[in-house]
């Protein structure tokens, strides 16, 4: 009986031929390489052309990876403990060049031989005078047997690995080993016709020559097909995903708007723009429909989400229903809670605020009026996903910056429904997201984005200085102050050295206060208990101080719309989408404000395009398309926590054409044959079907 694609790919990778147990385990821990599969799809991130060998005489710096032949001799070890390194001499008749090993040299001393012939692999680079080449392959030249591949793979290790002596080419080997056990059971999962359209080669021939390509063209066909298959596969199962919730989970239905009416000509004290009604409209719209709406609401700091937030909360209270919002942070928690309960009392609904700090006294009158549906609104953290919390007739469910909770504690709070109808779900972040990246991640939501800052915001000025510039800075400082004004100095975070991260921020503080005497200063940091934080932060709200040195703890916080200038130090060493975000802590007021991004003269080509970008634009999804070009999706996306992606192969900043062919392509198909029972679409339906989740429960969860 032939054994199915499936059992064979999710076979133990220790069964491999070439794995032994603690090859198995070493794979397990530092590549996270488990199954047949995950080494399959473990691709390599660049290929080195081996088709010919080099004269030594002939190499140079600018040379990549090369090959190269000649006679072993001068065989030593040199240096003790850190420093210890193993070296040798290859010569051929053009000239020499020295090999040097710092790691896995007791794996290696014993293959070498002097007066040996031996073909070495490696980069060729210049030290000194002469050249080397830092851990080479090297294989003795009688048993050197020529690839039948010009361009062999290079996949990534880690240094544990190459102590140990497994390096890239023994990955090779045992992929080598994988595509000749799985043979011809690595059927093909698309449709004839969807092959045909895009002239793509077979499944099979796509894996071995993305491993092992016997030509760049057909590295490049193995490329496009196996990078289509990725996101052709994340779309279907994104767009049947909001196809089955759309068809089969039930929301309640608020058709009435009394409440909504009465805000808006009695209570809300400014005009909405021209987005956040547009916004509103697609919101009510779900609620009418009697289906369960999942939407992410896109907008910039300070673009009037939490409003939008309320409007909502009042067509589910006006329908006999109660919603919450869950923020990732007990200061984000408070800020919402602090700017709602104005709105509510003036309309006379009960709000209250849960988070880990909450009494138990509060706590228990709070548990206590949810259930019996006296309490209307409730806003905080995770405290809101304990099992204790229950609600009397929870109908929706605001989560803000969702990436920041695990699936399983979005799935706690989805699930505390009393009614039959699942809560309407409305998912809000102020980090734009790129197109591209929303239909990956997001792909399952219906989107609507606030792309305008409410009348009378200014754009906030921002500039690039230099260290020369600092008294200057300093002066405009001391102006904004007289003025009336506050302001917020920020220091960077760099994770690998908490003590000297300390030291900086403490430096920074006091020779601001050497350069501000008469000012009273707040200081803010990582270090400091939540209740010392809180009064800093409170003083500086209160205006009693006017500088706050801070950490990025001030990053998502207090908002206070007197503060107009934010002066970021050492501004090369932040990300772009957290300078935008820190930027956004200024310009919630009617004045002028500015962001001044100082830094040395020193800066990568990198830090210099994220500066630029900063002073030329405040539009959050221009500056969030630059940072996935310039860092990729990892840390844009949350992904590790929303469960949704793993992207092996594409990059979303490059490859957005794939991306939306892919998506049509998957649109098209749904949309005649959503359950896959014609026989052409019989491959889609197997394959799903064997790459189902464990968890059938977190997938309706969004």
Same mark, same amino acid.
């Given at each position: 009986m032939q054994t199915s694609t499936k059992h064979i790919l999710d076979t133990p990778i220790q069964f491999l031929k070439g794995v032994a147990t603690s090859r198995a385990s070493i794979l397990n821990t530092d590549l996270q390489i488990f199954t047949f599969k995950d080494l399959l799809t473990h691709f390599p991130f660049r290929h080195e052309d081996r088709s010919k060998f080099y004269p030594i005489g002939q190499l140079t710096e600018d040379f990549p990876a090369v090959y190269i032949r000649g006679t072993l001799s001068n065989v030593q070890l040199q240096g003790e403990g850190s420093k210890k390194r193993l070296t040798a001499i290859l010569q051929d008749a053009t000239g020499m060049v020295e090999l040097v090993w710092f790691q896995g040299i007791k794996w290696i001393q014993p293959k070498m031989a002097t007066g040996r012939?031996?073909?070495?692999?490696? +980069?060729?680079?210049?030290?000194?005078?002469?050249?080397?080449?830092?851990?080479?392959?090297?294989?003795?030249?009688?048993?050197?047997?020529?690839?039948?591949?010009?361009? /062999?793979?290079?996949?990534?290790?880690?240094?544990?690995?190459?102590?140990?002596?497994?390096?890239?080419?023994?990955?090779?080997?045992?992929?080598?080993?994988?595509?000749?056990?799985?043979?011809?059971?690595?059927?093909?999962?698309?449709?004839?016709?969807?092959?045909?359209?895009?002239?793509?080669?077979?499944?099979?021939?796509?894996?071995h020559n993305f491993h092992f390509p016997?030509?760049?063209?057909?590295?490049?066909?193995?490329?496009?097909?196996?990078?289509?298959?990725?996101?052709?596969?994340?779309?279907?199962? @994104?767009?049947? +995903?909001?196809?089955?919730?759309?068809?089969?989970?039930?929301?309640q239905i608020f058709q009435k708007a009394d409440l909504l009416t009465t805000f808006y000509k009695e209570h809300l004290p400014f005009d909405l723009t021209n987005a956040q009604k547009r916004v509103v409209k697609e919101i009510?719209?779900?609620?009418?429909?009697?289906?369960?709406?999942?939407?992410?609401?896109?907008?910039?700091?300070?673009?009037?989400?939490?409003?939008?937030?309320?409007?909502?909360?009042? @067509?589910?209270?006006?329908?006999?229903?109660?919603?919450?919002?869950?923020?990732?942070?007990?200061?984000?928690?408070?800020? /919402?809670?602090?700017?709602?309960?104005?709105?509510?009392?003036?309309?006379?609904?009960?709000?209250?605020?849960l988070t880990g700090s909450?009494?138990?006294?509060?706590?228990?009158?709070?548990?206590?009026?949810? +259930?019996?549906?006296?309490? +209307?609104?409730?806003?905080?953290?995770h405290a809101l996903i304990e099992d204790v919390v229950q609600f009397e007739n929870l109908g929706l469910c605001i989560i803000d910056e969702q990436h920041r909770f695990g699936v399983a504690q979005r799935a706690k709070l989805w699930q505390k429904r009393s009614k039959s109808e699942y809560p309407h779900v409305l998912v809000m972040t102020a980090t734009p997201i790129p197109r591209t990246l929303a239909m990956t991640l997001y792909g399952d939501l219906d989107v609507s984005v606030i792309d305008e800052l409410p009348a009378g915001r200014k754009p906030i000025q921002t500039s690039h200085r230099y260290e020369t510039s600092r008294l200057a800075v300093f002066g405009f400082l001391k102006k904004q102050i007289e003025e009336g004004r506050q302001v917020y100095i920020v220091y960077p975070l760099i994770e690998e050295s908490e003590t000297l991260d300390y030291k900086n921020l403490m430096d920074g503080y006091e020779s601001v206060c050497r350069a501000f005497p008469d000012v009273p200063v707040s200081i803010v940091h990582g270090k400091m208990k939540a209740a010392e934080k809180d009064y800093e932060m409170q003083r500086f709200v209160r205006a009693e101080t006017k500088?706050?040195?801070?950490?990025?703890?001030?990053?998502?916080?207090?908002?206070?719309?007197?503060?107009s200038v934010m002066l970021i130090e050492n501004a090369e060493k932040f990300?772009?989408?957290?300078? /935008?975000?820190?930027?956004?802590?200024?310009?919630?007021?009617?004045d002028q404000s500015y962001c001044i991004l100082m830094s040395g003269y020193k800066i990568s080509a990198e830090g210099r395009i994220r500066l630029n970008t900063m002073v030329e634009t405040n539009n959050g999804f221009d500056i969030s398309e630059m940072d996935l070009k310039l860092r990729?999706?990892?840390?844009?996306?949350?992904?590790?926590?929303?469960?949704?992606?793993?992207?092996?192969l594409t990059d979303l900043a490059k490859d957005q054409r794939i991306l939306q062919e892919a998506r049509q392509t998957a649109q098209e198909i749904l949309q005649t044959d959503p359950t896959f029972s014609k026989p052409e679409n019989l491959p889609l339906k197997q394959y799903l079907e064997q790459n189902a989740p464990k968890n059938q429960e977190w997938e309706k969860i969004s």
């Open positions: 012939e031996y073909v070495v692999f490696g +980069k060729p680079n210049m030290f000194g005078r002469k050249f080397n080449i830092s851990h080479p392959e090297i294989d003795l030249a009688e048993s050197y047997k020529p690839t039948e591949y010009a361009l /062999h793979p290079v996949y990534n290790i880690s240094q544990k690995m190459r102590n140990v002596g497994f390096d890239s080419k023994q990955i090779a080997g045992l992929v080598k080993n994988l595509l000749e056990t799985i043979g011809d059971q690595l059927i093909e999962n698309l449709p004839e016709e969807l092959v045909r359209k895009y002239n793509f080669i077979s499944r099979k021939e796509a894996f016997r030509s760049l063209d057909l590295l490049k066909k193995a490329t496009a097909r196996l990078k289509f298959e990725e996101l052709f596969f994340i779309q279907l199962k @994104l767009l049947r +995903k909001k196809q089955t919730q759309k068809a089969n989970f039930s929301g009510y719209h779900d609620f009418r429909t009697g289906r369960q709406m999942n939407r992410l609401l896109q907008g910039d700091v300070g673009s009037g989400k939490t409003i939008v937030a309320f409007i909502c909360m009042l @067509l589910a209270i006006d329908n006999g229903a109660q919603a919450c919002l869950m923020a990732p942070t007990e200061i984000l928690a408070d800020q /919402h809670f602090n700017g709602l309960q104005v709105y509510a009392k003036s309309l006379g609904i009960t709000i209250a605020k909450s009494k138990t006294s509060e706590r228990r009158t709070i548990h206590e009026y949810l +259930k019996s549906g006296e309490l +209307k609104i409730l806003v905080g953290t500088i706050m040195v801070a950490t990025t703890v001030i990053e998502v916080g207090v908002n206070v719309p007197n503060a990300g772009l989408s957290q300078l /935008h975000q820190l930027r956004g802590r200024v310009g919630r007021g009617a990729g999706p990892g840390d844009l996306s949350g992904t590790q926590q929303s469960g949704v992606v793993d992207l092996k």
